[in-house]
């Protein structure tokens, strides 16, 4: 599975001084279970070591400036770094890091001046990142910085895992029945961001306008893209546990019940994290052989050693 990373987040020398801006989550964690493919625009455009760049407004358009010798440097960056996108498609992603605070890299509250002299406001978005999102809007996207939020990083490698999930499926030229078969093993964790949204997904699998399969599967795929970019959080994930409940619970005794009852509530008031109330279910699941429950992405979206759901911070 490759994962697109700004360069220097992977140590790469090509920061403007030459330095790097190694990232540890993305070096010894995320390198287990991701190929990571480098991009760095502003070392093909001004080589490294460069003269420092950043974001400056004029007249309204936000544009790209060198610090010191106050060139516009502008078109030649958003070139190469519309090339760089471009050159994604070709490597196969399942989602890109991108490095914070760069005015090349940066997705969000990038530092952004003022020809006279005013207070920068952290308003800007980098050049490569803006081309990215233009070109792979479904594509699962994050910055390091952002990573460092237990939250964060829960949604988006749930995400980048279902997106390849997805792709996979797709390569496989499927049938209408196993797109039904997809749907339902994705149905918990989809519940776990929007019911519409899976409820919106159920009516196309339905195909109650008889479109043909490449038009389903075409319409399913941008649906489910987006389906997986929203965020979970606690009461819609326990509202999820409550219905996974549901399936063994005139099975097991009163006790039992208002242990499974207890834990449920001391995950929704961020007593115990998602990982304790999991491992409950999925005893149960095995007890009672519930194959439904078992194809469900929502208990096991991704490798258990990534331990996301370790964290109490990662449901909010
Ligand atoms: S932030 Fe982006 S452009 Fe800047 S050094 Fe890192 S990879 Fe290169």
């Not at 990573?147 to 499926?169: G, S, T, V």
């Amino acid at each position: 599975m490759k994962l697109g990373v700004s360069s220097c987040l992977l140590g790469n020398l090509c920061r403007y001084d030459g330095a790097h801006a190694k990232d540890d989550y993305v070096v010894k964690i995320l390198q287990n279970y991701f190929e990571f493919v480098p991009y760095c625009p502003e070392h093909l455009v001004f080589g490294t070591p460069r003269e420092t760049i950043r974001l400056v407004e004029k007249e309204g358009t936000v544009t790209v400036e060198t610090t010191k010798t106050k060139k516009d440097v502008t078109h030649v960056l958003n070139e190469v770094s519309y090339e760089c996108a471009r050159q994604m498609a070709h490597d196969e992603l399942c989602g890109f890091i991108l490095k914070s605070k760069s005015p090349t890299c940066g997705m969000e509250r990038v530092k952004v001046y003022q020809e006279i002299n005013a207070p920068s406001e952290k308003k800007g978005v980098g050049l490569f990142a803006q081309a990215i999102n233009e070109l792979y809007a479904l594509l699962p996207v994050e910055e390091e910085g952002r990573l460092n939020d237990d939250w964060l990083k829960e949604n988006f490698l749930m995400q980048i895992f279902a997106y390849k999930d997805l792709h996979q499926f797709l390569q496989t030229k499927p049938t209408f029945n196993e797109l039904v078969q997809f749907h339902t093993s994705y149905k918990y964790l989809i519940y776990a961001k929007s019911q519409n949204s899976y409820k919106q997904l159920g009516n196309l699998v339905a195909n109650h306008e008889k479109k043909s399969l490449q038009e389903v599967l075409n319409e399913y795929k941008i649906g489910f893209l987006k389906a997986i970019a929203l965020k979970s959080d606690i009461v819609k994930t326990y509202n999820v546990l409550l219905h996974i409940y549901g399936y063994f619970k005139k099975e097991i005794s009163k006790e039992e019940k208002e242990i499974i009852l207890l834990t449920l509530e001391e995950y929704k008031e961020q007593i115990i994290p998602l990982i304790a109330v999991v491992k409950i279910i999925n005893l149960y699941v095995t007890r009672f052989d519930i194959s439904y429950l078992k194809s469900q992405k929502f208990l096991n979206p991704y490798p258990k050693e990534l331990a996301l759901r370790s964290s109490l911070k990662a449901y909010k």
